[in-house]
């Protein structure tokens, strides 16, 4: 029996949902129906009934072409000597940093006077701060309690010498302070000493008693640095890992002391916040909300979107919730405020929206190569695309027209399959209405990565992580 011929759609690819695809008179002539049928059924996934020939189709390869979109390398987007610990922005560490003066040089060129500046996945809250110190009104979206808590701190200016005052206070309550019941939670002992979690807990019991919300806050984002800093977790992992039992015997950090230090650093960072913008009426939103879904921002209310999404399925890569999830414990969060890197981007696979995947081509063809080494793994970076994938709607929602989309991403490789990420999202950007203007290449010297992960979640199995990253600019034409 010969095969079917399909002719190509007259609109080569669209944004869709399985229930479209069900009902669309020109499902049998789809291109980018046929194709995801190949792929679903060698990932064992039957979404669509249909009577399409699946199996004369063959390999998408000849859909792979070079972009024709301007791309550059440029090295003085690098800041590879520069001083990236300005104002509250060294507060806390957190997890592949957005460094300020990449923020702050993409807010200066694109934003016009009394703009709005949004970035929806704020993480700690670098962009925020940059359009706060030039007096941009700012929205910031996330899901990470710990996240939106860093984010308000750091862009809240406080007086410093009230901190000062608090500090000593804390620090003398905790002195006299006699045994205070631990919290609580799963694995606490593994995690945390006896003497380690007694003092932790007083910390806590003595923050608790503050009055005021925003020294309050300003502690607890010292305490949860405390927290990390006196767990038995090796340092510099974003994943819970245990330090060896060799080294944990003779750890025995005083969490006072750490305390007391970073409290003082961070009351120094903020004093330079107080004195140059306390009478800054400049309006900072945190909003805990998921920019997968329509989020409580006006329509066509932001001018300009500053952002670096996650790298991709959080469980191999940047695990933001495993780093958060001590701190989120000590500060009492539990339940699904936890489960961040499930929630997160890709944390599940969406199966009733895989067809949104296959809105760009080069995502098509990287999937394509990876589920024939690993099907597992591509349905992994398929569930990352596709949430990414509605932000873009909604962010078609909230941008003006005319308005800026500048996304900072990083093609990391997948089973020895790169993902062209910055291609991926300019193709998503122009499905929902925004032009490409220019990618540009940059270095990666200081942001806060990994220099080595873990692909596979094996004990001795490591991969090189990014050492560039893409800035993808678009404007918003409809």
């Known amino acids: ?41 060698r990932l064992g996934i039957s979404q669509i009934e249909d009577d399409i020939d699946a199996d004369s189709l063959a390999s998408i390869k000849y859909l792979w072409q070079d972009s024709t979109r301007a791309k550059k390398y440029d090295p003085s987007w690098n800041y590879a000597e520069d001083n990236t ?14 460094i300020p003066q990449v923020a702050g040089r993409l807010i200066d060129m694109y934003a016009k006077p009394k703009a709005v500046v949004l970035d929806p996945f704020c993480g700690s809250g670098s962009v925020l701060l940059e359009a706060f110190i030039r007096g941009y009104d700012s929205y910031g979206i996330d899901i990470n309690p710990l996240s939106l808590l860093i984010s308000r701190v750091k862009t809240t200016p406080i007086n410093y010498k009230q901190l000062q005052n608090k500090l000593k206070s804390i620090l003398e309550t905790v002195s006299a302070t006699k045994k205070i019941s631990n919290p609580d939670f799963f694995n606490i002992d593994y995690w945390f000493k006896p003497q380690v979690a007694s003092k932790l807990a007083s910390l806590k019991a003595a923050i608790g008693l503050i009055r005021d919300k925003k020294i309050r806050n300003f502690l607890k984002v010292i305490f949860s640095f405390t ?59 945190i909003l805990n909300e998921d920019a997968r879904y329509r989020t409580s921002i006006k329509d066509a209310l932001v001018d300009i979107v500053v952002t670096s999404p996650p790298y991709g399925d959080s469980k191999t890569t940047v695990a933001y919730g495993q780093f958060s999830r001590l701190s989120l414990q000590w500060l009492g969060f539990n ?42 793994r591509a349905r992994d970076v398929m569930a990352f695309y596709i949430d990414l994938n509605k932000c873009f709607i909604e962010l078609n929602r909230v941008v003006k027209k005319g308005g800026f989309l500048c996304m900072v991403v990083g093609n990391r490789t997948v089973k020895g399959i790169q993902l062209p990420t910055d291609e991926i999202v300019a193709d998503f950007g122009e499905l929902a209405g925004f032009r490409h203007i220019e990618t540009i290449i940059r270095k990666i010297p200081n942001k806060r990565m990994p220099s080595k992960n873990s692909p596979t979640n094996k004990a001795g199995e490591l991969g090189a992580t990014m050492t560039e990253e893409y800035i993808v600019t678009m404007e918003k034409t409809r």
């Open 335 to 376: 339940g699904h405020l936890l489960d961040i890197d499930n929630r997160s981007l890709g944390g599940r696979l969406d199966s009733d929206n895989l067809p949104m995947g296959y809105s760009s081509l080069n995502l098509r063809y990287a999937i394509d190569l990876i589920s024939r080494v690993d099907k597992k």
């Open 1 to 41: 029996m010969s095969a079917k011929v399909y002719a190509e759609t007259k609109q080569a690819c669209c944004i869709v949902t399985l229930e479209n695809c069900t009902t669309c008179s020109d499902k049998n002539h789809c291109f980018v129906l046929r194709e995801q049928l190949a792929f679903y059924n």
């Open 227 to 285: 927290v990390r800093s006196s767990s038995n977790t090796r340092n510099g992992e974003f994943k819970l890992y245990r330090i060896d039992d060799e080294k944990l015997l003779n750890f025995n950090p005083d969490v006072i002391d750490l305390f007391k230090a970073r409290a003082e650093q961070n009351i120094e960072a903020m004093s330079e916040l107080w004195e140059q913008f306390k009478g800054n009426e400049t309006q900072v939103n």
């Open 85 to 98: 610990r300005a104002y509250t922005h060294p507060i806390h560490p957190y997890p592949a940093m957005m």
